[in-house]
């Protein structure tokens, strides 16, 4: 079946690839005549995605709450072209920009609080449901997962994705069952039928769950490591 990129994605990541060109004549070439223009399209991508946003949002399919950040993105981004702009239009785009981050504030202040009342089993339920305010949903549980993790990665450590009873079907897009990845600054591995929970719990038969792992580096050195200790031996025998 074919595959077809969300309008969304496209946005996002032509938003992304002329950022980093951006920077990168910044850097090197600060006065370089394309700056400009990368300026304005970069604008204009963010002026786009708010206007879907918007859209999106009067026909429901969004919180309101999810034009803040692109809003506030591209307020803040028109200082970069508002350098011959009269005193009155400078002072109208930091007094917006200054609204909408205070309005960002207490509209996650008050997510924070709503997202404490929930019986969720796992905290990172709870701090995506927070996140869910302000990015898609898909985004929020992977920065909650992140964050969960961040400062966990310890070998042997195992957390709980998910709980079942009964059979799962599928896996997680590109990430078959004992798959590796990285995240939190180390290397997990995925189990899809893992007949324990995690160190988070989890109430079920079975459990999706992903464990620490040494790096690949790790076990290599401390098996060249012993080798050498072996053949030194030997010599001195």
């Known amino acids: 079946m074919a595959r077809f ?6 946005i996002w990541g032509t938003f992304l690839a002329l ?29 786009l995605r708010v206007g879907t946003l918007l859209l999106d949002w009067q026909q429901g399919r969004i919180p309101g709450t999810r034009l803040l950040l692109p809003a506030v ?7 970069l072209a508002m ?19 205070l309005l960002l504030l207490a509209l996650a202040l008050r997510a924070l609080r709503q997202a ?18 302000f990015v898609p949903p898909r985004a929020a549980r992977l920065m909650a997962l992140d964050l969960v993790l961040l400062g966990t990665y310890t070998v042997g450590n195992k ?27 180390g290397l997990w591995k995925i189990d899809y039928n893992d007949g ?12 999706v769950t992903i464990t620490a792992v040494p790096e690949p580096a790790v076990p290599l050195i401390a ?15």
């Open 73 to 79: 993105l591209l307020t803040e981004g028109l200082s």
């Open 196 to 207: 324990s929970a995690g160190n988070n719990g989890g109430t079920g038969s079975k459990f």
């Open 19 to 47: 950022s980093v060109a951006a920077l990168a004549l910044r850097l090197w070439s600060p006065g370089h005549p394309a700056l400009p223009w990368l300026t304005a399209a970069l604008l204009s991508l963010l002026a």
């Open 159 to 185: 957390f709980t994705v998910m709980a079942y009873n009964g059979a799962l079907t599928g896996t997680f897009s590109g990430l078959a069952d004992e798959g590796e990845f990285t995240a939190a600054g």
């Open 116 to 133: 404490r009342t929930l019986q969720a089993e796992w905290p990172e339920a709870r701090i995506a449901a927070v996140f869910a305010a």
């Open 5 to 10: 990129l969300r309008p969304s994605s496209l």
């Open 83 to 101: 350098a011959g702009a009269s005193r009155v239009a400078i002072t109208v785009r930091f007094a917006t920009a200054v609204a909408l981050e």
């Open 223 to 237: 098996g060249l490591g012993g080798l050498m200790l072996s053949f030194g031996f030997r010599r001195r025998q």
